[in-house]
C-alpha cells in the first residue's frame, strides 16, 4: 500500500528508560526508510551539544542516549529538551535524506574464501538448500546487500539481500566460538562476524578483511546504509593478504 | 608504582566510566555495573570520578603494592577491607579480598588510577570482544597492573556520611520506567517475585521464578537500541535485565527500563538473590538521578580539602 508523504516524514518517539530517547521514522525492515535514518543520524551525530551522549541508527528508528544532568537545568523537562533538540536539527531532514538517497551509501566489497576450513557450514547449507556447493557461493557473491543495522558485537553488519534460496536455518547447538572474519548465514539474514565469538549461524566463508578496528577513530569497517558485494577469492589469496 | 595480582580472584576487570559515543559501531557501553559505587569509590582516594579501578565480583583478588599509596573499596563488603573509608597501604604491603558478605560487585580505587592503555576512549574492559582494561581480560594470577606515583595523604581523620550509603540485601525491589511493550505482558512483570539466576553476567541478569507471556501472542519485532537496564523479555519468558556490556541493538520485547539510580541495586544482587520491581514515573526518575548528582557533587566538594 501506498503511504502518504506525511505518514512517510511522520517521527514518532518515545523514551528509552530515563537516558535515551526513540525516534521511528518507520516500522519493519523497508529499505525506504533507511536513507531516512542515514539522514536523522547524521545530522544529530554532527557536533553533538553537551548532554547528548550517543546516537544510534538500526533499521527504522534512531536513539539519542543523553545524560539529563548535563542538560540545561533550568529549561524544561530533560525528555523534552531531547525531543526539541532532534526536531530542530530534522528540520532539513527531507533535503538531508534525499542527498543520501542520491549518494546511496559506499559500495564496500568483502573479499570472502568460500567454503573448506574457512567455511565448514558450506556443504551443509548447500545440502539443505538443495543446491550444488559451488551454486550457494556463485548466488551469494552475486547478490547486492545493504547494511540495516550494526549492532549484536562491534562492528557486526545486519546485512539485508539474501537471496531466499540461500536461506537456512541456524545451527541447532551455536558454536562456543566462531573465528573472527566468519561469513554467516541466520535464517534470511547473511552477515560478518567482526570478532571471535560464540555465534549460531552457519558458517560458509571467511574474510580475512578486519571489520573491527579499535585503534581507528572509526572503529567499524561498515556503515548503516552501505552497500555490500562479496567477492570470492581462493584460499591462497586469504593467506596471502595483508 | 605497580600491582602484583598475587590471585585474580573469580572476575576482576578494570573498569572506567565506559566508552561513550561508540554504540553506533555497535561498541557496548560497558564500564561498571554500579557506576555510583565506581564514582564514589574514586572520590574516596581524591581519583576523578572517571579514574580506573578494579571491579571485584563475589570473590575478591589478592594484590601486593609495590609503593606507598591510597586505597578505597565502594560497593559490596568484601572480607578483608572496610567499604567506603579510604585505607593508607605502604609499599609491600598485601591486600586479600576475600568473599562478598553485602553485595555482589567491590570497586577498589587505588590513588592515581590503574594506568592501562585508553582504547576508544576508554580504559574499560570488554571480555567479550577482548577490548581494552588489562589485555582485554580479566585479571589472572601473576599479572602486574601499572599504577600511577602519587603522593597522596589523608589529612585528618574522616567519615562518609552513612545515609548517603546503599544497603544491599537478598531481596530488593527495583524501580522501573514502562518499556515500549509493557502492556503486551498484562501485569506480570509487577506482581512476580524473580530469583536472580547463575547464568547472570556484565552482559545481562536474566530472571528465574516466573514467566512473562505475551497477550495476543508474539509480534516479530525490529531491532532497535537497547541500554543498560532494559529488561527484555525473550520467548520462553525468563526476563533479561541488559546490564554494562548490553549488546547495542536487540530485538525481543522490552517490558521496562530499570531507572539510572536502581541500577546499582540490580548490579548489587547476588545469583539466587531475589528481586520485584515496581513502575515511576520519568519524571520521578529524572529527579531522582538529579538528586543523586547533587549529592555526589557535594561530596566532590567536601572531599577536596581532605587530601594533601
Known amino acids: 500500500m501506498e503511504r502518504s508523504a506525511a505518514d512517510k516524514r511522520r517521527m514518532t518517539f518515545s523514551a528509552l528508560g530515563d537516558t535515551a530517547v526513540v525516534v521511528a521514522l518507520g516500522s519493519g525492515i523497508d529499505e525506504a526508510v533507511l536513507p531516512r535514518v542515514r539522514a536523522l543520524a547524521h545530522l544529530l551525530g554532527a557536533n553533538r551539544p553537551a548532554g547528548i551522549m550517543d546516537v544510534v541508527p538500526a533499521y527504522a528508528t534512531v536513539t539519542v542516549f543523553y545524560e539529563p544532568g548535563r542538560l540545561a537545568a533550568n529549561g524544561p523537562r530533560p525528555y523534552e529538551q531531547v525531543c526539541r533538540f532532534i526536531i530542530d536539527r530534522a528540520r532539513h531532514l527531507d533535503s538531508e535524506a534525499k542527498k543520501k538517497t542520491a549518494t546511496a551509501g559506499r559500495v564496500m566489497e568483502i573479499p570472502v574464501s568460500y567454503g573448506g576450513e574457512y567455511g565448514p557450514d558450506l556443504s551443509e547449507v548447500a545440502r539443505h538448500c538443495g543446491l550444488p556447493v559451488t551454486e550457494v557461493m556463485t548466488l551469494h557473491a552475486k547478490a547486492d546487500y545493504l547494511v540495516h543495522a550494526i549492532g549484536f558485537a562491534p562492528g557486526f553488519p545486519y546485512l539485508g539481500g539474501l537471496p531466499a534460496k540461500l536461506s537456512t536455518p541456524r545451527r541447532p547447538t551455536p558454536r562456543g566460538s566462531v573465528p573472527a572474519g566468519s561469513v554467516g548465514i541466520g535464517g534470511a539474514q547473511t552477515g560478518v562476524y567482526p570478532l571471535s565469538t560464540p555465534g549460531g549461524w552457519q558458517i560458509i566463508g571467511r574474510t580475512p578483511l578486519a571489520l573491527f578496528r579499535p585503534g581507528l577513530a572509526e572503529p567499524a569497517l561498515l556503515r548503516v546504509g552501505d552497500k555490500v558485494k562479496f567477492r570470492a577469492i581462493a584460499p591462497e589469496e586469504f593467506a596471502r593478504w595483508k | 608504582m605497580e600491582i602484583s595480582v598475587i590471585r585474580g580472584g573469580m572476575l576482576t576487570t578494570v573498569q572506567d566510566l565506559g566508552r561513550v559515543g561508540h554504540r ?267 538528586d543523586r548528582e547533587h549529592v555526589l557533587a557535594l561530596l566532590h566538594e567536601g572531599l577536596a580539602q581532605k587530601f594533601q
Not at chain 2, 512483570?189 to 541478569?205: C, H, N, T, V, Y
Not at chain 2, 507471556?213 to 520462553?236: H, K, W
Not at chain 2, 556490556?245 to 531507572?259: E, F, R
Request: aromatic share 6%; net charge neutral; charged share 20%.
Open chain 2, 24 to 290: 553506533s559501531a555497535g561498541v557496548p557501553l560497558g564500564g561498571p555495573m554500579d557506576p555510583f559505587a565506581l564514582r564514589m569509590a574514586n572520590l574516596l582516594v581524591g581519583n576523578a570520578a572517571d579514574a580506573a579501578v578494579l571491579e571485584c565480583t563475589l570473590l575478591g583478588p589478592e594484590l601486593l603494592f609495590s609503593a606507598d599509596t591510597l586505597i578505597a573499596l565502594g560497593g559490596a563488603e568484601f572480607e578483608g577491607l572496610a567499604a567506603w573509608q579510604p585505607k593508607v597501604v605502604s609499599a609491600g604491603s598485601r591486600l586479600k579480598l576475600g568473599a562478598a558478605r553485602k553485595g555482589c560487585r567491590g570497586y577498589l580505587a587505588v590513588a592515581g588510577g590503574i594506568d592501562v592503555p585508553v582504547v576508544l576512549g576508554s580504559r574499560c574492559t570488554y571480555v567479550r570482544a577482548g577490548l581494552g582494561g588489562f589485555q582485554g581480560r580479566a585479571l589472572r594470577d601473576g599479572d602486574v597492573l601499572p599504577g600511577v606515583d602519587v603522593a597522596r595523604r589523608l589529612q585528618n581523620h574522616w567519615q562518609i556520611d552513612p545515609r548517603i550509603l546503599p544497603g544491599y540485601a537478598e531481596a530488593g525491589t527495583v524501580r522501573v520506567v514502562r518499556g515500549a511493550q509493557l502492556d503486551e505482558f498484562g501485569g506480570a512483570l509487577f506482581a512476580a517475585e524473580f530469583k536472580i539466576l547463575p547464568q547472570s553476567d556484565r552482559m545481562g541478569i536474566r530472571l528465574g521464578g516466573a514467566k512473562l507471556t505475551r497477550i495476543g501472542g508474539a509480534t516479530e519485532l525490529v531491532s532497535s537500541a537497547v541500554a543498560p537496564g532494559t529488561v527484555q523479555v525473550p520467548p520462553d519468558g525468563q526476563p533479561i535485565v541488559l546490564m554494562a556490556d548490553a549488546q547495542t541493538l536487540g530485538g525481543y520485547p522490552q517490558a521496562a527500563q530499570v531507572i539510572s539510580v536502581d541500577l546499582p541495586l540490580m548490579a548489587q544482587l547476588q545469583p539466587g538473590g531475589r528481586v520485584k520491581f515496581t513502575e515511576v514515573t520519568l519524571e520521578q526518575a529524572q529527579k531522582l538521578a538529579y
